[in-house]
């Protein structure tokens, strides 16, 4: 059975302390630094900043940019960034001496990371976006053509979703779906609809592929995707995706309601929650957004 979360805390805290104590190590046999300030400990932090900076730039970080970001003297980022790239932590670029995150990081979170089941994850924070928008929640996984519900919180009342834990669902009429196939490969979406034909569930419903493409192009836009009556009639629904520790689509998070509950007034309260609840998730999965530039070249 897979760990719970405390177990992965303590799997997270383990690698960390491998990882400090190689750096000591390391420090100790191979960074004799003049430099009063650069301590074995004050050289930790370092280490963890520059590896958490080089992480957020795609294009990799030089020595020199490394250093002015964060305020470290170049010849003590030198040392360190040396250390880093021995030990398999960081790559070099020869032709423009940028670093970039080695694979060697990755083992690093893969004991913390084994083992966390998405729906352990997601169980918790799904219950309490049910308590702040009184909708039913829905954790749905893409399996062959369709969303299968692998999870369902419902909120109390008279009002009750007819859905079910299990319940395989057609992705191009249904929010979860569309938050599904929208970060797919095309020749995979494709597929899909050749092999599932894109039934006409109501007269709201997608049912050639252009607009079910331009419509998922407006998903990934938004971060979200809507189902407006387009599954069943007086159902209006909204999903987003969940991302994994490598940036693919791993599940997605979906609030059901009758139109009523779910219209131009509320919307947009409910989406700030939604996306917020499934950015949770993935972080929880180890899932870490790029990071965007401001300004510069």
């Given at each position: 059975?897979?760990?719970?979360?405390g177990?992965?805390?303590?799997?997270?805290?383990?690698?960390?302390?491998?990882?400090?104590?190689r750096?000591?190590?390391?420090?100790?046999n191979?960074?004799?630094?003049?430099?009063?300030?650069?301590?074995?400990?004050?050289?930790?932090e370092?280490?963890?900043?520059?590896l958490?900076?080089?992480?957020?730039?795609?294009?990799?970080?030089?020595?020199?940019?490394?250093s002015?970001?964060?305020?470290?003297?170049?010849?003590?980022?030198?040392?360190?960034?040396?250390?880093?790239?021995?030990?398999?932590?960081?790559?070099?670029?020869?032709?423009?001496?940028?670093?970039?995150?080695?694979?060697?990081?990755?083992?690093?979170?893969?004991?913390?990371?084994?083992g966390?089941?998405?729906?352990?994850?997601?169980?918790?924070?799904?219950?309490?976006?049910?308590?702040k928008?009184?909708?039913?929640?829905?954790?749905?996984?893409l399996?062959?053509?369709e969303?299968?519900y692998?999870?369902?919180v419902?909120p109390?009342?008279?009002i009750?979703?007819?859905?079910?834990?299990?319940?395989?669902?057609?992705?191009?009429?249904?929010?979860?779906g569309?938050?599904l196939v929208?970060?797919?490969?095309?020749?995979?979406?494709?597929k899909?609809?050749?092999?599932?034909?894109?039934?006409?569930?109501t007269?709201?419903?997608?049912?050639?592929?252009?607009?079910l493409?331009?419509e998922?192009?407006?998903?990934?836009t938004?971060?979200?995707?809507?189902?407006?009556?387009?599954n069943?009639?007086?159902?209006?629904?909204?999903g987003?995706?969940?991302?994994?520790?490598?940036?693919?689509?791993?599940?997605?998070?979906?609030?059901?309601?009758?139109?009523?509950?779910?219209?131009?007034?509320?919307?947009?309260?409910?989406?700030?929650?939604?996306k917020?609840?499934?950015?949770?998730?993935?972080?929880?999965?180890?899932?870490?957004?790029?990071?965007?530039?401001?300004?510069?070249?």
């Open positions: 059975m897979p760990g719970n979360p177990q992965a805390g303590c799997a997270i805290y383990r690698t960390y302390i491998q990882f400090v104590v750096l000591r190590f390391c420090y100790h191979d960074l004799a630094m003049p430099s009063k300030d650069d301590s074995p400990s004050v050289a930790v370092r280490a963890l900043a520059m958490e900076a080089v992480a957020q730039e795609p294009e990799g970080l030089s020595n020199a940019e490394i002015r970001k964060l305020q470290i003297p170049k010849s003590s980022a030198s040392y360190i960034l040396r250390t880093l790239e021995t030990q398999g932590y960081l790559n070099r670029d020869e032709n423009s001496g940028k670093y970039r995150v080695g694979l060697k990081i990755l083992s690093l979170s893969r004991g913390a990371l084994s966390i089941d998405v729906r352990e994850v997601a169980l918790p924070i799904m219950r309490h976006l049910v308590e928008t009184s909708l039913t929640c829905h954790l749905a996984i399996d062959g053509p969303a299968v692998i999870e369902k419902e109390p009342g008279f009750r979703m007819d859905t079910w834990v299990g319940r395989r669902m057609r992705v191009h009429a249904t929010s979860v569309k938050a929208a970060y797919i490969p095309q020749e995979r979406l494709e899909i609809v050749s092999e599932r034909a894109m039934e006409k569930r007269p709201k419903t997608i049912t050639t592929l252009p607009r493409l331009k998922l192009e407006k998903v990934r938004q971060g979200y995707a809507v189902d407006d009556e387009e069943n009639l007086g159902a209006r629904c909204v987003a995706p969940v991302f994994n520790q490598q940036g693919a689509i791993e599940a997605s998070v979906g609030l059901s309601g009758t139109i009523n509950q779910v219209n131009a007034q509320t919307m947009p309260r409910i989406l700030e929650a939604l917020d609840a499934a950015r949770h998730i993935s972080m929880q999965l180890g899932y870490r957004a790029p990071h965007r530039r401001i300004g510069g070249t």
